[in-house]
């Protein structure tokens, strides 16, 4: 069965950065892509940032220019999240498409103060 671990949130203040690592188990293959969604307080989860294996990625409006998706040749995506605003306090969760099957992470709280 496929597993993702998340790591990297925390507590930030406003204007400050972190880093999201989600690695994914060796049993989850033909990776189709891989993306990061979050779901702050009272809010449905949303689309943040996804990568697919041509390296074409794609971001939510609110934080194009801000926050950068990557991965690695191990199956790793990370977020780096720049120039953090309050506004993108939330449980971060990555997302892993297969063939077989979708895959979430645990989430990751990020909070950011002012």
């Known amino acids: 069965q496929g597993q993702l671990v998340e790591s990297g949130g925390g507590l930030v203040q406003a204007g400050g950065s972190l880093r999201l690592s989600c690695a994914a188990s060796?049993?989850?293959?033909?990776?189709?892509?891989m993306a990061w969604h979050r779901q702050a307080p009272g809010k449905q989860r949303e689309f943040v940032a996804g990568?697919?294996?041509?390296?074409?990625t794609r971001y939510a409006d609110s934080v194009r220019g801000r926050f950068t998706i990557s991965r690695d040749r191990a199956n790793t995506v990370y977020l780096q999240m720049n120039n953090l605003k309050l506004e993108d306090t939330a449980v971060y969760y990555c997302?892993?498409?297969?063939?077989?099957?979708?895959?979430w992470g645990q989430g990751t709280q990020v909070n950011v103060s002012s």
């Open positions: 990568i697919i294996p041509s390296g074409t």
């Open positions: 997302k892993v498409v297969s063939p077989w099957g979708e895959y």
């Open positions: 060796g049993t989850i293959s033909g990776i189709k892509s």
